[in-house]
C-alpha cells in the first residue's frame, strides 16, 4: 500500500457506514451523536503495526467521514474517537483505546485481555477512572474487503415455504470437527460444513433449513478463558457484518468462505439461516471493555438508567442492553439485515433474545421502531423472521405476542411434549401443541407456521439426554455444576446415564422415536437440533455453552441404533412433506364447517369414538387418536380439501392399549405408515375399519385414510 498524505484526503460521502471500498480508493463513514472527533488508523500487512493516523474530515448529519485514496481491500484499519470522559453522564470516549468499526465487513486476529482494552483503570476497580494505555497490540483489527463474489449455484436458490420449513439447527465448528469426510484441514470451517457429503447427508434427512448459531465475530470471555475454557456458542457478538474469522481455514478470505458456504446449500436447494445477537454485546457493563461501540458512543448505542447513566439496562442478563429506541441503532441492525440477505445471501434469522428488539423505554410493544422496520421493509420481508420471544427483563415473556408475519420459538410445546412423554402432562395439555398452538399464535392472521417447535436445542439436553438423565451434569465447565436449568422435564427410564439394562435402552430409544414423532407431525413448524436424528449425547452436560471439545462436537461414529434412528427420522420428514394435512397453514380448530360438513380435526378415544368432554378432564387418559380430515377448507375459499386423511395415535400409557380404528367418513379402510415400537417396518400393513390395533405402550402410532374413491 503507498503511503497515505493527508492532504490527500477527500471528505467522502456520509451516505453509507462503514469502509467501502470503490475500486480507486476507500469511503469511511462512523455516526457519533457525541464525539468531537474519529481518526482512522492504519495498519502494515501484520495488523501489528499503526502506520498512518488520518482525521475524517467532515462531520455531516452525526456522521464523521472522509475518503482515502488508494487504500484498499486487505488493508487493517480501527477507530480512535475523541469526546468526553464522563461516566456519570453516559460518555466514555478514551481515543487511547483501538475500536472496531460496527459496520466493518471482516475482522482479524483475537482480544487479548489485557488491562489496556478497559477504557478505565482496570486494577483500580473504577471506571470512573481514565486508561491512558494504547489497546491497538491487544485487539482486532478491522479488514477492508472487495465484495465482488460470482455466486455460481445460486441457480439452486429457492425460498421454502413455511409450511414446508424444517429447521435443523447446528454449529459450524462443532458439525463437521470430527467428521470423518471432510479433509482435516478443513474440520470445523465454513469450508467444511459447505463439503459435498456434509451438504448431501442434511439433504437427504428431508430438513429445509440450516439453522446456525452465531457467526457474527463473537468475543472470548476473560473468565472463561482463565479456566481453559471459550464462548463456544458465541452469543457475545462484536461486530454484525462480519463471519468470525476463527470459523476460515483460510482467514485473510473468511468473507468469500462463508460465501462460498452458502452457495453450496443453495445449490442443494436448502435455506441457511443465522442466529443473530443484536440484543447486547461483547462489551458488558460500566467494568467491561471499551473495544467498539461503548467508545464510539456509548450514550447512544446502550441503554443506560435514566436517572444514573453511568450504569447499564440489563435486560439481557450479560451486562448491557443495545439500544434498539436509537434511530440510528435501528439503521445499523436493519443495514446488518439486509446486508446479510443481499450481500451473503442468507434466508432468514432466528433473534436470541428477541423481546429486546421490541423493547421501549416503556417495555415490550409490538409496534416498536426495529419490528416497524422489519414489517415495511422491502428486503426483510423477503426472508423468514424467527424471534426467540423472552428475555430476563419486566413483561420479557412474549411467546405469540409478536407481529404477523413473525415465527416465534415455542417452549410451550417443548415444556408440554417433555411432560407428557414423562408423565407428567395430560392429553389435554397435548392437545393444542399438536395443533400448533392456536392458544397462543391464532390471531391477527397469523398462520399455524408461526409456532416453531422445538423439543431440543443448543441450550439444555440434546434429546437422547433428555431420555438419559433426570438431573444435569455440567462438572466440565468448572462451575460445581451450578450453572444450566435445573427444571429440564426429563425423564432418565429408570437409570441415570449410560446403562446396559436392555428394557431401559429400548424404551430409551422409543422415547427419543416417540418425541420425534411428536415433533414431525405436529402442525406448525418443526425444528429438529443436529445429532438428535441418531442420539447424539452431550453427556448430561446442558449448558455446553463453553465447550469447545468432544461435549459439543458431533460424534460421527454412528451405532446401529443411531443408524436405524436416521432411517426413521427420514420415513418422519418424508410423511410430513408427502400428506399436506401434517402442515396446514390454516389451524386445526375442531369445529365442524356446516357447509362442507367436514370437520378438520376430530379427537379420538380408545374405543373408537369422539372424544367427549369427560374424557378430557380424565386424568387417567393416556392414549387417544388425532384425527386430521384432508377434506378440510385448506384456504380461505369455501371448498373441500383434496389431501390425504391421517390418523395420529398416542398413547402415553406405561401399557399396552388396543386401539379401534374408527370408522370414519368414506372410511374404506386404514393402512400403517409408521409406528414407533417398529421403526424399520418398511411393510404398509392394512386394516378394516373398526379393527383394533395393539398400540404399545409409550408409543405414537399413523394411519392413512383409504377413502372410498381410492378403491
Same mark, same amino acid.
Given at each position: 500500500m503507498s503511503e497515505i498524505i493527508k492532504g490527500r484526503i477527500r471528505e467522502g460521502s456520509p451516505a453509507k457506514r462503514g469502509a467501502h471500498w470503490d475500486g480507486q480508493g476507500t469511503n469511511f463513514s462512523l455516526f457519533s451523536a457525541n464525539a468531537t472527533k474519529v481518526e482512522v488508523c492504519l495498519f502494515d500487512s501484520t495488523g501489528e503495526k499503526e502506520i498512518e493516523r488520518v482525521e475524517l474530515p467532515e462531520y455531516t448529519n452525526q456522521i464523521f467521514h472522509g475518503y482515502l485514496p488508494d487504500v484498499g481491500p486487505g488493508t487493517f484499519y480501527g477507530y480512535r474517537v475523541h469526546g468526553p470522559y464522563e461516566p456519570e453522564a453516559g460518555h466514555r470516549f478514551n481515543p487511547n483505546k483501538l475500536l472496531l468499526d460496527p459496520y466493518a465487513r471482516a475482522h482479524a486476529g483475537s482480544l487479548t485481555w489485557d488491562p489496556a482494552v478497559f477504557g478505565y483503570k482496570m486494577e483500580s476497580g473504577d471506571d470512573l477512572t481514565f486508561d491512558e494505555r494504547d489497546s491497538a497490540p491487544f485487539v482486532p483489527k478491522c479488514v477492508i474487503v472487495d465484495p465482488n463474489f460470482d455466486w455460481h449455484g445460486e441457480p439452486g436458490r429457492r425460498f421454502v415455504p413455511w409450511d414446508h420449513t424444517v429447521v435443523y439447527e447446528t454449529h459450524v465448528k462443532g458439525y463437521t470437527k470430527l467428521h470423518p469426510d471432510v479433509?482435516?484441514?478443513?474440520?470445523?470451517?465454513?469450508?467444511?460444513?459447505?463439503?459435498?457429503? #456434509?451438504?448431501?447427508?442434511?439433504? %437427504? @434427512?428431508? /430438513?429445509?433449513? /440450516?439453522?446456525?448459531?452465531?457467526?457474527?465475530?463473537?468475543?472470548?470471555?476473560?473468565? @472463561?478463558?482463565?479456566?481453559?475454557? /471459550?464462548?463456544?456458542?458465541?452469543?457475545? %457478538?462484536?461486530?454484525?457484518?462480519?463471519?468470525?474469522?476463527?470459523?476460515?481455514?483460510?482467514?485473510?478470505?473468511?468473507?468469500?468462505?462463508?460465501?462460498?458456504? #452458502?452457495?453450496?446449500?443453495?445449490?442443494?436447494?436448502?435455506?441457511?439461516?443465522?442466529?443473530? /445477537?443484536?440484543?447486547?454485546?461483547?462489551?458488558?457493563?460500566e467494568k467491561g471493555p471499551t473495544l467498539s461501540f461503548k467508545g464510539i458512543d456509548n450514550a447512544s448505542y446502550y441503554r443506560l438508567l435514566p436517572d444514573q447513566k453511568r450504569f447499564y439496562i440489563n435486560d439481557t442478563g450479560t451486562g448491557n442492553t443495545v439500544n434498539l429506541s436509537h434511530p440510528r441503532v435501528i439503521q445499523m441492525v436493519a443495514d446488518s439485515l439486509r446486508y446479510w440477505v443481499q450481500e451473503m445471501h442468507i434466508d432468514g434469522f432466528r433473534f436470541d433474545l428477541g423481546t429486546i428488539l421490541a423493547r421501549e423505554p416503556h417495555g415490550f410493544d409490538e409496534q416498536s421502531g426495529f419490528l416497524k422496520v422489519c414489517q415495511q421493509d422491502p428486503v426483510l420481508q423477503t426472508v423468514k423472521l424467527i424471534a426467540e420471544p423472552w428475555d430476563i427483563g419486566p413483561g420479557g415473556y412474549q411467546v405469540g405476542s409478536f407481529p404477523a408475519g413473525w415465527a416465534e420459538w415455542n417452549d410451550s410445546f417443548r415444556d408440554t411434549v417433555r411432560d407428557f412423554w414423562r408423565g407428567e402432562a395430560s392429553a389435554q395439555a397435548l392437545a393444542p401443541r399438536l395443533c400448533g398452538s392456536p392458544d397462543k399464535f391464532n390471531h391477527s392472521g397469523r398462520g399455524a407456521w408461526a409456532s416453531v417447535n422445538f423439543v431440543t436445542a443448543h441450550d439444555g439436553f440434546t434429546l437422547n439426554d433428555t431420555v438419559t438423565y433426570n438431573e444435569k451434569h455440567n462438572e466440565a465447565n468448572?462451575?460445581?455444576?451450578?450453572?444450566?436449568? %435445573?427444571d429440564n422435564r426429563s425423564w432418565n427410564c429408570g437409570a441415570e446415564g449410560p446403562t446396559d439394562d436392555p428394557e431401559i435402552n429400548a424404551l430409551r430409544e422409543r422415547q427419543i422415536r416417540n418425541i420425534l414423532s411428536t415433533l414431525v407431525l405436529s402442525q406448525g413448524t418443526p425444528m429438529i437440533l443436529a445429532g438428535d436424528e441418531f442420539g447424539r449425547t452431550q453427556e448430561g452436560n446442558n449448558n455446553a455453552y463453553c465447550q469447545d471439545s468432544e461435549i459439543s462436537w458431533v460424534n460421527w461414529e454412528i451405532e446401529e441404533k443411531g443408524q436405524t434412528l436416521i432411517r426413521f427420522t427420514r420415513k418422519l420428514l418424508e410423511l410430513r412433506h408427502k400428506y399436506p394435512i401434517l402442515r396446514r397453514t390454516r389451524f386445526l380448530t375442531g369445529q365442524m364447517n356446516e357447509e362442507l360438513g367436514v370437520r378438520d380435526v376430530t379427537w379420538i378415544n380408545a374405543n373408537g369414538s369422539e372424544m367427549q368432554p369427560g374424557d378430557w378432564d380424565n386424568a387417567t387418559t393416556k392414549c387417544f387418536g388425532m384425527l386430521m380430515d384432508g377434506r378440510a377448507q385448506v384456504t380461505g375459499i369455501r371448498k373441500r380439501g383434496q389431501d390425504a386423511t391421517v390418523l395420529m395415535v398416542i398413547n402415553g400409557h406405561h401399557d399396552l392399549v388396543e386401539f379401534n380404528l374408527p370408522d370414519a367418513s368414506g372410511c374404506q379402510g386404514w393402512t400403517l405408515l409408521a409406528d414407533t415400537n417398529i421403526p424399520d417396518d418398511e411393510e404398509e400393513r392394512a386394516f378394516e375399519c373398526g379393527d383394533t390395533y395393539q398400540v404399545t405402550g409409550r408409543s405414537v402410532v399413523l394411519f392413512l385414510l383409504q377413502a372410498e374413491t381410492e378403491k
Open positions: 479433509p482435516e484441514n478443513l474440520r470445523g470451517t465454513y469450508a467444511g460444513l459447505g463439503q459435498k457429503p #456434509v451438504v448431501d447427508y442434511i439433504k %437427504s @434427512l428431508g /430438513v429445509t433449513s /440450516v439453522e446456525l448459531l452465531p457467526v457474527h465475530t463473537f468475543i472470548d470471555d476473560d473468565f @472463561l478463558l482463565q479456566k481453559g475454557l /471459550v464462548n463456544f456458542w458465541g452469543y457475545n %457478538s462484536i461486530g454484525f457484518f462480519a463471519p468470525d474469522p476463527r470459523y476460515a481455514s483460510d482467514v485473510p478470505n473468511s468473507l468469500r468462505e462463508f460465501k462460498e458456504m #452458502v452457495a453450496r446449500y443453495h445449490e442443494a436447494g436448502l435455506e441457511v439461516i443465522l442466529d443473530v /445477537v443484536y440484543n447486547h454485546t461483547a462489551e458488558g457493563n468448572g462451575e460445581d455444576n451450578k450453572d444450566g436449568h %435445573s
